[in-house]
């Protein structure tokens, strides 16, 4: 256990004292050295060795003073010596230590003064032997408080995954795999962390595989079976002659090491793998990645875009912010000079729960347990101010991973979910004990967080909490249209659902929302979720929203659309919106839009968010069959199922007519919603019209028809089967007797206006537009005035960010105004506006 920083102080301060009047030569480094470790309440003998041999390059023999492998090299000088030289000697070792050996801190000194290097975070530190007491902290590596710096980013996470990975693959290929491989890699990662975060001592399991285990591997899994069977076991129910190097290690509990495993088996290659990852600095991986790591390891393709396949700490926080953490900071502002009502503060966070209903690897649980010890450690460093004598730090920690709830239906991320908050735990006890120089950890662990291990869509939420109440619900549930659930997971909605009116429109993520609104009706329990943006757009608004208005449930913030960097497999950014919602009319309230779905959101307060996710009356629209107005219904064009085989180019529509000149006129301008807004020109032959004579006088025709003749027939659906028998028809037919606007179904929402435009027959469309016929100057300013794409942005559906123009919601549901009166309308001459490309 590391002493306090104030007994690293006081011996500091003893040891400046002791050397700085001594006339030192270099017979005594060993003596300054062994005085040094003993500043920080370590032995120098146990994990430095003097003089250690190495070869540099060009074969030439070195001896460096002295070498903690992995952690430090020192190079010391007889005073006032050249300090760059020692440095560039001690560079000069590098080349003949093994990489795993290589150090993380280079010191160098002359007795009188320190120099030290922080080779990770390329920083460099210079003291005098007399200031060495306010520079202690610098050395919280030695004593067991070292501090790590965690980068999103950090390479060390690539070289993690890869080198587990490594492992991983060798395992498998062996023939150890499934349940027990899972386990028994989270349980070397716990390991593999436990050396670098103060658990074990610094290299405990390094020193204990190269020790304790043969060179060709052939033993290692025996004595890592012993290894796990003692972290699961108390001190005092321990054997009497254990091994000491292996009763030193300290007893972890938890059930992360309870369950006996099959014997695994290991060569050198696998051996030497392990002893390579123990060489990474492990401390400086987020719990909150550690989901992640596992993930990549387990599938190669996630291994090499490790860093797209993380659900960013950034995102985690638009959520957890203006859920609950941005009210707690602002609540410990008005509190914090009041040391009663900070103390009843401090215990109420105690009382808080949170549930995480689709944890996967439980990395917002991690963050907002993080995000919460940090608020805690500011309220313990207020109340400090008024108790300068604090005796153990353990009495003033209030949270817990015990307030922290998730299920999860996979089985091994719901164990690293634990695994994690665990680690989490344990690098804020680190935090606290820094703070405050004395070192605090919670181990063996005595507490846990309820992760389990289930379906959340048949399960009952409220069983995990004797209350049934949580504080707070979130979390990012799975994104799955509607259209693409499995047989069970429509079973799981339809279980849900009951009772709501066409929820079969609803995508998989709704699930979660209705069940939370049963959970926290009547409560002041408050609930976030990430979600696909499809829940605050088109007709999935009417079916879901009004059930939760009608449930009680108001929406207290939002994030309107932006880019989410997520953890899924496959998926690097989907489209999101974030929605906060509870039973209680809560203010103030915020939205938060995005210019740019990429970049940074703009805050503004909004008196009410409906549903559309703008400030505005609670109402949703449901789906009309029929306009709202007295004004034309409009249609998608020609859906021609026909297996490509009557569209060309026009270079293709060229060489088709060389051989079937008589198909000539029979050929249609085709527009699509990628032919209208890019001015592409594509040609469609129509055959519908065409007389059986006229047909069987085009040979190059006829091959055409046989052809959708059998695409339709080779087609899994009846109905498409059934269309082979008219194969010159198409499915769903659409001609326009006079000039019709052309409205495309889906456009890029970085247009302000959607683009609409006159055309006439003999021009076809294809079903990707919609057709307003007969229409006249009055629709044609309607659809295109700001009003119009203003209300199209706010209801429309969309394509990840794009628009969709639906006939149902946008076109049938919105009011017009009235028209111009009778003899008022400017005539249409539709030559004068017909479409010649966007």
């Not at 030569?25 to 003089?51: H, L, N, P, T």
């Not at 939370?516 to 609930?527: M, P, Q, V, W």
Request: with cysteine; proline share 5%; aromatic share 12%.
């Amino acid at each position: 256990m590391p002493i306090s920083w104030n007994e690293i102080k006081s011996r500091a301060l003893s040891f400046s004292k002791e050397w700085a009047d001594e006339t030192s030569e270099d017979a005594e480094a060993k003596s300054f050295w062994d005085g040094f470790f003993y500043v920080f309440g370590i032995s120098r003998k146990r994990v430095a060795s003097f003089e250690e041999p190495v070869k540099k390059l060009g074969d030439r023999q070195g001896f460096i003073v002295l070498l903690w492998k992995g952690t430090l090299l020192v190079e010391h000088k007889s005073r006032g010596k050249d300090l760059d030289r020692a440095y560039s000697q001690a560079l000069d070792y590098f080349p003949g230590i093994a990489e795993r050996d290589l150090p993380k801190y280079v010191l160098v000194s002359d007795f009188a003064r320190f120099r030290l290097y922080d080779l990770d975070e390329n920083e460099q530190h210079e003291f005098a032997l007399e200031d060495f007491y306010n520079q202690i902290k610098l050395f919280g590596f030695i004593a067991g408080y070292q501090r790590h710096r965690i980068r999103e980013q950090d390479p060390v996470n690539i070289r993690a995954a890869e080198a587990m990975g490594r492992l991983h693959d060798q395992m498998k290929e062996v023939g150890y795999d499934g349940h027990p491989l899972e386990l028994y890699l989270v349980r070397l990662l716990f390991c593999l962390f436990a050396e670098d975060t103060g658990i074990f001592e610094r290299q405990q399991f390094q020193e204990f595989i190269e020790q304790r285990t043969s060179e060709d591997g052939s033993d290692l899994a025996a004595q890592l079976s012993g290894l796990f069977q003692v972290l699961n076991t108390a001190p005092h129910q321990r054997l009497k002659n254990l091994d000491e190097q292996i009763a030193d290690f300290p007893y972890v509990n938890g059930l992360l090491f309870a369950e006996t495993l099959p014997h695994a088996g290991f060569d050198a290659r696998m051996r030497q793998g392990l002893l390579d990852a123990t060489a990474l600095d492990w401390g400086r991986i987020s719990p909150a990645i550690f989901g992640s790591l596992f993930q990549s390891i387990m599938d190669r393709t996630a291994r090499r875009n490790l860093g797209a396949h993380y659900t960013s700490e950034t995102n985690i926080l638009k959520l957890i912010k203006p859920l609950f953490l941005d009210q707690l900071w602002e609540e410990f502002e008005r509190v914090k000079g009041q040391t009663k009502r900070l103390q009843e503060f401090h215990q109420r966070l105690r009382e808080l729960t949170f549930l995480d209903p689709a944890c996967g690897c439980g990395n917002f649980l991690v963050i907002a347990y993080r995000e919460l010890r940090l608020l805690e450690l500011v309220i313990l460093k207020q109340l400090s101010r008024s108790d300068q004598l604090i005796l153990d730090v353990s009495q003033l920690i209030r949270l817990n991973v015990d307030q922290f709830y998730g299920i999860e239906i996979e089985e091994f991320p719901s164990q690293i979910a634990q695994v994690a908050l665990w680690l989490m735990d344990h690098q804020m006890n680190l935090l606290i004990s820094e703070e405050f120089g004395l070192y605090f950890a919670r181990i063996p662990l005595q507490a846990s967080s309820t992760i389990v291990h289930g379906n959340a869509l048949r399960c009952d939420w409220s069983s995990l909490l004797p209350s049934g109440r949580f504080s707070y619900v979130m979390g990012n549930p799975p994104f799955v249209g509607a259209k693409f659930l499995s047989a069970d997971q429509k079973g799981d909605v339809n279980s849900v659902f009951e009772g709501i009116r066409n929820a079969g429109l609803l995508d998989f993520v709704a699930a979660w929302y209705v069940k939370t609104a049963r959970l926290i009706a009547d409560s002041r329990s408050r609930c976030a979720f990430v979600s696909t943006n499809s829940i605050s757009q088109g007709e999935q608004v009417g079916v879901l929203w009004s059930w939760m208005l009608q449930q009680g449930m108001h929406i207290f913030f939002a994030h309107r659309t932006f880019c989410w960097s997520n953890e899924a497999r496959g998926n690097a950014a989907v489209h999101c919106v974030i929605v906060g919602f509870g039973a209680e009319d809560l203010t103030p309230k915020w939205l938060f839009s995005y210019d740019d779905i990429k970049g940074e959101p703009l805050r503004s307060q909004a008196k009410t968010i409906n549903p559309y996710l703008v400030d505005g009356p609670n109402l949703t629209l449901f789906k009309r069959s029929n306009p709202l107005c007295a004004v034309p219904h409009i249609a998608i064009g020609n859906k021609p199922i026909d297996g490509g085989h009557y569209l060309f180019t026009p270079e293709e529509r060229d060489s088709f007519l060389q051989l079937e000149p008589l198909a000539t006129p029979f050929f249609h301008r085709w527009i699509g919603a990628h032919e209208f807004l890019n001015g592409y020109e594509r040609w469609c032959l129509w055959l519908g019209d065409c007389s059986p004579a006229q047909l069987q006088a085009m040979p190059e025709a006829m091959k055409r028809v046989k052809a959708v003749q059998q695409s339709r027939l080779a087609s899994k659906s009846m109905p498409t089967k059934k269309l082979a028998a008219t194969p010159t028809r198409f499915h769903v037919e659409n001609f326009p007797k006079g000039s019709f606007l052309v409205i495309p179904e889906a456009s890029s929402e970085r247009r302000y206006y959607l683009p609409i435009g006159f055309e006439q027959p003999p021009t076809m469309c294809s079903n990707l537009v919609k057709i307003l016929p007969d229409a006249t100057l009055y629709q044609f300013g309607i659809l295109s005035s700001l009003m119009h794409n203003a209300w199209m942005r706010t209801v429309c559906g969309r394509l990840k960010s794009d628009y969709r123009y639906s006939v149902g919601i946008v076109y049938n549901n919105f009011p017009w105004p009235l028209p111009p009166l009778p003899g008022k309308m400017t005539p249409l001459h539709p030559d004068h506006f017909l479409h010649q490309g966007a």
